[in-house]
């Protein structure tokens, strides 16, 4: 990543000509790097048009680097792009997870920055902790996880007056996500790969994905540049170490360094069309949220936990 002990090493900066500090794929110093990341975020938003002027963005962050990398250049671009923006951090209700530190490092982050904060605790929004429903599910953890969070954020967005909801998924994540649903034969999922997802029923929420054009590392280094603490998910990352497309990448990354970015991109311009029958969308009988079955994924889970 970089050398500061050594900057010669890394040559001069690509902007101003300073000895470089950071060399991921390009050599800059810690400031011109700040400037490129956040530039470069901008043009992924104006691009795809993720941001309106008026637009109420809720910025799901976990505590992690990516998320809250996000969160703040998103901060830093309110005035440019006119928009309001609010965080969501969820407490999972798993030791690993979420715990009392993250939801300071998140709460205090917000403060600084005058970002309104919500925070959320499965267990108060759902009535069932994970815990709960492992008990009685074959899904594991993250799984589970996975449902209800999608769950929370939308409904959650919704409910309180915003009509677009910002996750911290990159290019490591993108190109990840690409060749494992692939591989799985889940090509539909593929379409669904941009830095915007639309709404397609009144009860969903706009994704959009505004480092969607950056990397992991891009991240990390962004947040220690700004002093930003970071509070992760080793459950995530535990899960994300076993998963052997991570060691293909990185095996790519060592000859091509910007490859997960420029795939990224390619991702953007290109129109997937796959042969899948048109899905009709219902209102889950229980709760009324949005699925294409009679009871929606999240409603399923909490039933287990009756059973």
């Known amino acids: 990543m970089s050398d500061p002990n050594n900057p010669r090493?890394?040559?001069?900066?690509?902007?101003?000509?300073?000895?470089?500090?950071?060399?991921?794929?390009?050599?800059?110093c810690a400031e011109c790097f700040i400037l490129h990341y956040e530039k470069r975020m901008a043009k992924v938003i104006k691009h795809n048009?993720?941001?309106?002027?008026?637009?109420?963005?809720?910025?799901a962050v976990s505590g992690?680097?990516?998320?809250?990398?996000?969160?703040?250049?998103?901060?830093?671009?309110?005035?440019?792009?006119n928009f309001h923006l609010g965080i969501l951090h969820m407490d999972v209700?798993?030791?690993?997870?979420?715990?009392?530190?993250?939801?300071?490092?998140?709460?205090?982050?917000?403060?600084?920055?005058?970002?309104?904060?919500?925070?959320v605790r499965f267990k108060d929004y759902l009535g069932v902790t994970i815990a709960?429903?492992?008990?009685?599910?074959?899904?594991?953890?993250?799984?589970?996880?996975?449902?209800?969070?999608?769950?929370i954020m939308n409904r959650f967005a919704r409910?309180?007056?915003?009509?677009?909801?910002?996750?911290?998924?990159?290019?490591?994540?993108?190109?990840?996500?690409?060749?494992?649903?692939?591989f799985s034969g889940n090509y539909a999922w593929i379409a669904k790969f941009k830095p915007r997802s639309d709404s397609n029923h009144p009860k969903v929420v706009t994704r959009i994905r505004p480092v969607f054009e950056h990397l992991e590392m891009e991240n990390l280094t962004y947040a220690k540049a700004n002093a930003i603490?970071?509070?992760?998910?080793?459950?995530?990352?535990?899960?994300?170490?076993?998963?052997?497309?991570?060691?293909?990448?990185?095996?790519?990354?060592?000859?091509?360094?910007?490859?997960?970015?420029?795939?990224?991109?390619?991702l953007e311009e290109v129109e997937f069309s796959?042969?899948?029958s048109s899905r009709a969308f219902f209102e889950c009988k229980f709760c009324g949220e949005p699925t294409d079955q009679e009871i929606c994924a999240a409603c399923r889970l909490k039933e287990l936990n009756k059973a």
Not at 49 to 59: A, C, F, N, P, S
Not at 96 to 119: D, L, M, Q, W, Y
């Open 9 to 28: 090493k890394m040559g001069k900066c690509t902007r101003c000509e300073k000895w470089a500090e950071i060399k991921i794929t390009k050599p800059f």
């Open 64 to 81: 992690g680097k990516d998320s809250l990398s996000c969160a703040h250049a998103l901060s830093k671009l309110r005035e440019t792009f």
């Open 274 to 276: 796959f042969k899948e």
């Open 93 to 119: 209700s798993l030791l690993e997870c979420t715990n009392e530190r993250s939801e300071a490092v998140v709460g205090e982050f917000c403060k600084v920055r005058n970002i309104p904060f919500h925070f």
């Open 49 to 59: 048009k993720l941001i309106q002027r008026d637009d109420r963005v809720l910025m």
């Open 132 to 151: 709960q429903v492992k008990e009685k599910s074959r899904r594991n953890e993250c799984s589970i996880c996975a449902t209800f969070k999608r769950y």
């Open 229 to 266: 603490t970071i509070c992760g998910c080793s459950r995530c990352s535990y899960f994300l170490r076993k998963d052997p497309w991570n060691d293909i990448l990185q095996t790519i990354d060592k000859t091509r360094r910007d490859f997960k970015i420029q795939f990224a991109r390619g």
């Open 159 to 182: 409910e309180n007056g915003y009509n677009k909801l910002a996750t911290g998924h990159c290019a490591d994540d993108m190109t990840r996500f690409f060749f494992k649903n692939w």
